[in-house]
């Protein structure tokens, strides 16, 4: 019984060795992934407005953003020039807190605006709340471009600049921590 008993251990603990180091049981690296979403051409009073948003999700939901950084690229023959004043933007939410603790801080180029969502101006503070992602799509941002006029919108009339990136997005294991810590890939994606 004693030899059975200790060949039983010797089988499990070789079983646990060899699942441990075989790469399909290894934790994927953490990632972020952000989506242009729900596209909708609008109108409000004489002006014509497109509206999307932009998704966030995780395959780390245990994460909490505290700062990632995009590029839109847009036709500028529906949309023209955009100076700053024809993007508007609302946070998605995910804000179960004051929306003060995050910026957008905009940046408009000549076919693209960028956006750099984070806690504080151009560095993560560490002692501010940060926003839990989740393993579904859920909304960052609600993005609001005014139209030249009543024109036809095509099928992509915006997407993201890049499809991924490394080391852009950074996050945290708590809302409250200060050690930031960065998605292994940041990905980019249009119309899910």
């Known amino acids: 019984m004693k030899k059975n008993l200790l060949s039983l251990i010797i089988m499990l603990s070789v079983a646990l060795l060899f699942a441990q180091n075989d790469p399909k049981n290894i934790l994927v690296d953490k990632t972020l992934t952000l989506y242009v979403n729900n596209p909708v051409k609008v109108q ?14 995780s395959n780390a939901p245990e994460t909490f953003l505290a700062e990632t950084a995009f590029s839109i690229k847009y036709d500028t023959s529906i949309f023209g020039s955009l100076p700053l004043n024809k993007i508007n933007y609302t946070f998605g939410e995910l804000f179960t807190f004051s929306q003060s603790n ?14 750099n969502f984070c806690d504080s101006p151009f560095s993560p503070n560490p002692n501010a709340i940060k926003v839990q992602t989740h393993s579904a799509p859920v909304p960052l941002l609600h993005i609001t471009i005014e139209l030249l006029d009543n024109v ?7 997407s993201f600049s890049v ?8 996050y945290t294991l708590s809302e409250n ?5 960065y998605y292994f890939k940041t990905y980019y994606k249009s119309y899910e």
């Open 44 to 57: 409000e009073e004489s002006k014509y407005y497109l509206k999307f948003d932009i998704m966030v999700e």
């Open 102 to 115: 995050y910026t957008a801080i905009l940046f408009t180029g000549t076919d693209n605006f960028s956006f």
């Open 152 to 158: 036809t919108i095509p099928a992509s009339p915006v």
């Open 163 to 170: 499809s991924e990136l490394s080391n852009v997005s950074k």
């Open 177 to 181: 921590d200060s050690t930031f810590q």
